[in-house]
């Protein structure tokens, strides 16, 4: 049998052209062939037939759990005392403390589906699906895992978010970077790296991106580049890794472009896109939710992947979002995550000032439109920022990231990243007051050498 040619679609519902199922299993990894369904977790779906009487699963029985009941209080702009009160059900609190669903507690599900309609504009059944997972991160390994073998070519735009280049290292993945600049990445050099791709090696597989407020250049990708680069998947024939975890962190010009997931429904041949959210920087990084939207077939795999390390993430923490996000509706929600962009808004303005104030002249830096980094070049360092702030900064009292953590393959440069999400103002001027010190001092030294 011929294999489907990517401009085979399967089905054209409210003029979406979905990729039909027998597109995948030749673009998965071999280890996603071989993964298996576990007997017991295959049937878990069949228990919630009306009057079956289930002798499947070794369910604990929560009679014997010591917790009975959880209330906690949220914050509530509303409520006189700034706080509103949530009491979990028993029906609540059973399913919180119990094993659930490998892709997630239903009535999560059902919220996160409405709510990337409303975000995105993708509507539930044409050809994608939400798996939640233990964090973004969770999803983004069992993602990457899904459609990687070692030695298989990648994009990856250069800096990144290092949590993920730990992925790609340890599945022996070849890195190719794509180059980024204040407008997010250059789909040009990514264009030019595919057009000269040797004719003999296999193209890359996937494109790997944090297209708002990008981890660590705080940069956000244009709507040109992002159509660049959906044009180019498909030209080329590679997945887009949507990381996009600050998208509810813009605090940058009105008109934001949309998500990878979003334009993407406008094409031919949906499918190609596999969006990570994040509920880490916008509810609780503890809670550990995050979940994963693409096509089914890719989910899929990863669903087995959960089922042989971790079966689920956490019920209980799935719950509490649950119940979070039920009490604000989408409008609420809404509403909180513009105070939490704001919050992020004013923390990069502080920061900004204090850094025109101590480093005009001595770095250089483009101001952040979402997310919570600033990214900046210390000038005169003869393009090498590792030494100046593992040693000489360290020893005064100041901790930054210095950039070369976040380049795929080894190199030298003159970028440090330095986080704006928590210091207050005072901390914030004190931390640059040492920095700009220390970069004085190691000019004039290596102007004497
Ligand atoms: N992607 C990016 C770009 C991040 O910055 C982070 C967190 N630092 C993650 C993913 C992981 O987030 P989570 O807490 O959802 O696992």
């Known amino acids: 049998m011929s294999e489907p040619t990517a401009t085979h679609v399967d089905a054209e519902s409210n003029s979406v052209q979905v990729l039909p199922a027998s597109f995948y299993p030749s673009r998965l990894s071999h280890a996603s062939h071989r993964r298996r369904e576990d007997g017991i977790r295959a049937l878990l779906p069949l228990e919630s037939r009306p009057g079956l009487i289930s002798l499947l699963v070794g369910k604990p029985n929560s009679e014997t759990f010591p917790i009975t009941s959880m209330q906690f209080n949220i914050r509530d702009t509303a409520s ?3 706080e509103a009160t949530m009491q979990l059900t028993e029906e609540e609190l059973n399913d919180g403390l119990q094993y659930t669903f490998t892709n997630g507690l239903p009535a999560l599900r059902e919220w996160l589906f409405g709510l990337q309609e409303r975000l995105h504009g993708r509507r539930k059944g044409e050809g994608w699906t939400i798996t939640i997972g233990a964090g973004s991160q969770d999803m983004i390994f069992k993602g990457v895992n899904a459609l990687i073998n070692p030695g298989d070519a990648v994009l990856i735009e250069a800096p990144v978010y290092a949590g993920t280049l730990t992925i790609f290292h340890t599945l022996d993945a070849e890195m190719i970077e794509v180059e980024t600049d204040g407008h997010g990445v250059c789909s040009h050099s990514m264009r030019e790296i595919l057009e000269n791709w040797p004719p003999s090696k296999p193209k890359p597989k996937l494109f790997y991106t ?28 590679f997945f887009i890794l949507e990381d996009d975890p600050y998208y509810n962190l813009y605090f940058g010009p009105a008109n934001r472009p949309p998500s990878y997931f979003e334009l993407e429904r406008d094409l031919p041949e949906v499918g190609r896109v596999l969006r ?30 959960s089922q042989a390390v971790n079966l689920q993430a956490s019920s209980f923490s799935q719950m509490i979002a649950l119940k979070v996000l039920s009490a604000w509706g989408y409008d609420g929600f809404t509403a909180h995550t513009a105070r939490v962009a704001q919050f992020y808004r004013e923390k990069r303005d502080v920061f900004e000032a204090a ?12 101001s952040p439109e979402a997310g919570m980094f600033f990214w900046f070049k210390l000038l005169g360092m003869e393009g090498d920022s590792e030494y100046i702030i593992r040693t000489t900064a360290l020893e005064r009292g100041v901790l930054a990231l210095p950039g070369a953590a976040f380049y795929p393959n080894p190199r030298k440069t003159a970028y440090v990243r330095a986080s704006f999400s928590l210091l207050p103002e005072d901390q914030v001027n004190e931390a640059l007051r040492r920095l700009r010190e220390v970069i004085v001092e190691v000019r004039k030294a290596n102007k004497r050498g």
């Open 80 to 82: 006189p005392n700034g």
């Open 210 to 237: 944090v297209p708002y407020g990008s981890n660590p250049t705080g940069s956000t990708a244009t709507l040109e580049r992002r159509l660049e680069v959906l044009a180019l998947s498909r030209e080329h024939d």
């Open 276 to 305: 990570f959210d994040s509920l880490s920087k916008i509810m609780s990084s503890g809670l550990r939710v995050g979940f994963a939207s693409g096509p089914e077939a890719i989910l899929r795999v990863m669903d087995l992947h």
């Open 355 to 366: 850094m025109q104030r101590h480093l005009a002249g001595l770095a250089e830096w483009t």
